[in-house]
């Protein structure tokens, strides 16, 4: 129990500190880049993740690559990679083509599509996959996962790193007004607010989608050993979802519209059941095999 509070406790710290961080980030970006404050605030919880899972491993004598996931030999991680993305790729292309089938996307004739075009959206989708699998896996099915492990075991493990990646993925800032003074407290200011979309069991879905593919993530760590194709699914999925919010557009005129959610063009019951399915046989695959004794 003493490990789960201090877990918590870690991830409520990411929070501050990320909207503590994200007005000198700012102050430093904002010339170049000039976004809107929420998104300093989405990009310095990031950073705050890093450092703050960081920290948490430092807690029990673990900071080190392996205790992030990065373990093993270059080629053998890399290869690992690549197989975790291909599994994203046919995870995502089944849930893409159930949508398509069932009216509830639809191909955006309106686009122009040349070698040039398709090569530059899919370039953009390929290293935004990478970087949110590289960043999100490695404070989740990393430094998170290993020192939570350590503390309790698997099934602990991958419940709560599961239930945390979904319940992050709801919070979410608004705009500010465009005379709002900016400040250090601005960020912590906006918290609050931030959590509006819990009270909402319209979310459901989507959050068990996210939970169940947290799930199958950490079943990939404990088996693998390292995150090596827990980066590679997710950036596989990343990179398809990218194309398809590109390259398609949600109908809504569906009778079957109701089985995806309204936070989200893609997931939904849909997506839940196709990666819960591939879960299950995930699942027992793993466990299939001569019994060992799993070590992160």
């Given amino acids: 129990m003493r490990a789960i509070i201090i877990f918590c406790l870690f991830v409520v710290l990411t929070f501050f500190v990320g909207a503590v961080i994200a007005y000198p980030l700012k102050l430093l970006l904002d010339p170049v880049l000039g976004l809107a404050f929420r998104k300093y605030l989405t990009y310095a919880t990031l950073i705050s993740g890093l450092i703050i899972s960081g920290v948490y491993l430092q807690l029990y ?8 996931g990065y373990s093993g030999k270059l080629f053998k991680f890399l290869n690992g990679m690549l197989n975790g993305f291909v599994y994203g790729m046919i995870i995502m292309l089944i849930i893409e083509v159930l949508l398509l089938v069932l009216g509830i996307h639809e191909i955006d004739t309106s686009r122009s599509v040349s070698m040039a075009l398709v090569m530059e959206r899919l370039t953009k989708a390929l290293l935004a996959g990478l970087l949110i699998g590289l960043v999100e896996e ?8 290993t020192g939570l492990y350590k503390q309790t075991g698997a099934v602990i493990t991958v419940f709560f790193s599961s239930l945390v990646y979904s319940t992050v993925h709801f919070i979410r800032y608004r705009d500010l007004p465009t005379d709002t003074d900016i400040s250090w407290l601005t960020g912590i200011s906006m918290m609050p607010e931030a959590f509006r979309r819990f009270h909402e069991w319209s979310i459901v879905d989507y959050f068990l989608t996210l939970f169940i593919f947290g799930v199958l993530l950490g079943l990939l760590r404990l088996k693998h050993r390292s995150i090596a194709a827990c980066i590679g699914v997710h950036a596989g999925i990343v990179m398809l979802i990218k194309l398809s919010d590109y390259f398609t557009n949600r109908t809504h005129n569906s009778s079957f519209d109701y089985l995806v959610s309204q936070y989200n ?4 019951w849909i997506s839940f059941v196709v990666i819960l399915l591939c879960t299950i046989f995930y699942f027992v695959k793993l466990n299939s095999g001569a019994p060992n004794k799993t070590s992160i």
Wanted: charged fraction near 10%.
């Fill in 265 to 268: 063009s893609t997931f939904g």
């Fill in 138 to 145: 490695s404070i989740f099915r990393g430094a998170l996962f």
């Fill in 61 to 68: 004598n673990s900071l080190s690559l392996k205790a992030f």
